[in-house]
């Protein structure tokens, strides 16, 4: 099998973990498996770097930012090279440039453009296992570019998909995927297979096992991915492709604490309101996840919305900056909210299943401030501080705790 093996921060923050994680690749070769190793930055490397530069300047350029923040998977792709040939085996750790990963020119979170076969082939044929550092690519100019936080995962799956890989693994500090975030609900099931549908509405709405687009393009370019701890033995969890099941089942419960909402009041009712401000929005390309109208008398209506705690400050400046042309009222946020979804399959199609979220969140007295809904998801903003004990209801009324 020709396979890529992704080993994650937490993975490989040591010394005596990445030697661990050699001889476990040099077994995998000896078994026959022809291997690309892809591996992230040691433990909180990466936040280190960030955290220098930003002591030299706040307001360091992109460029810059890609230069020092691609640096810590170098460290890492030295010493599991190294380690890999301690153990007896032929290696070469390569930068992503080297390994020929392309990417546009959008510096801290570069867009990838392809992944060449060539080198990384003519490698694995002369027995060779490359080792490539995650997170990084290079532009049309010769600059390093990084991919975004987390962005080793989406790294593993391009190289998976560039060499024709039957399988790519991501190792973890879980043994798979779970049904519900451990520090929420006591005990929740494992899932031992889930599609790329489910797996990315859990990544989008707090999911922090995978790196959303990591899946988004192992969806579009049908990579076969298993996520599976580092240093256990466990099947993991497979995300592939899964035949359209009509029955309506809910698999997962996800949480999400990084939200503010930000509420526009009293805007006029006519048209071309809503596309005014969130053209503000655009322009600045905040990422928006629920958003609710809601009517009131005299003409008058408030629009709400939520965006990720990082994308807030662009989020305000574009509503203020737009708050005198549409004739707003306040405007206010509140970040002391989070979100709550349940995810599975056609799951808008069962309002019994709509019925339940709804029912177990008010068994507690716990009030909905916000709704939004996919056909395979169900959200609730609610107070954070209520958050633990919702998880827990919800989670009994699905059955998702063993
Ligand atoms: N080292 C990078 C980060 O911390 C990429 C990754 O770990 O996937 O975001
Ligand atoms: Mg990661």
Redesign the pocket.
Same mark, same amino acid.
């Given at each position: 099998m020709l396979v890529v093996q992704k080993y994650? /921060?937490?993975s490989v923050e040591t010394t005596e973990k990445i030697l661990k994680i050699a001889e476990k690749i040099a077994q995998d070769y000896d078994r026959g498996d022809k291997i690309v190793v892809v591996v *992230?930055a040691m433990g909180k490397t990466t936040n280190y770097l960030i955290n220098l530069l930003d002591q030299v300047n706040p307001n360091a350029n992109s460029r810059e930012y890609d230069m020092i923040a691609s640096t810590g998977e170098q460290i890492s792709i030295a010493l599991m090279a190294s380690a890999l040939s301690r153990y007896g085996k032929k290696s070469v750790s390569l930068t992503g440039f080297q390994a020929g990963i392309d990417t546009d020119s959008t510096y801290s979170r570069a867009a990838l453009k392809r992944v060449y076969r060539g080198k990384l082939m003519s490698l694995i044929d002369d027995g060779i296992i490359p080792v490539v550092a /995650?997170f990084q690519g290079i532009s049309p100019s010769g600059d390093i570019t990084t991919l975004g936080?987390?962005? *080793?995962?989406t790294t593993a799956v391009a190289v998976a998909y560039g060499i024709g890989a039957d399988l790519c693994e991501i190792y973890?500090d879980v043994d798979g995927v779970y049904a519900a975030d451990p520090r929420y609900v006591d005990k929740p099931k494992k899932i031992d297979k889930i599609s790329y549908d489910e797996m990315i509405e859990m990544a989008a709405h707090g999911a922090?096992v995978?790196?959303l687009r990591s899946v988004e393009l192992a969806r579009r370019y049908h990579v076969k991915l298993v996520v599976k701890h580092a240093h256990m033995k466990s099947e993991g969890t497979i995300i592939e492709e899964v035949g359209r099941l009509e029955e309506p089942l809910v698999r997962s419960l996800t949480v999400d604490e990084g939200i503010v909402k930000i509420v526009i009041e009293d805007v006029p009712d006519i048209p071309g309101i809503a596309a005014k401000t969130f053209k503000q929005l655009s322009d600045r390309h905040v990422s928006l996840d629920m958003i609710v109208q809601s009517m009131h008398r005299d003409g008058k209506n408030d629009i709400a919305f939520t965006v990720s705690k990082e994308e807030f400050k662009d989020a305000l400046e574009a509503v203020n900056h737009v708050k005198e042309e549409i004739k707003a009222g306040n405007i206010h946020s509140d970040d002391t909210m989070a979100k709550i979804s349940i995810v599975g399959v056609n799951i808008i199609g069962s309002s019994e299943i709509v019925y339940n979220m709804f029912d177990a969140i008010a068994s507690i007295g716990v009030n909905i401030d916000m709704i939004s809904t996919s056909n395979s998801r169900i959200s609730c903003v609610i107070k954070r501080e209520k958050l633990r004990e919702v998880a827990k209801v919800v989670s009994k009324r699905f059955g998702l705790e063993e």
């Open positions: 994650g /921060g937490t *992230s /995650g936080r987390g962005g *080793s995962d973890t922090k995978l790196h």
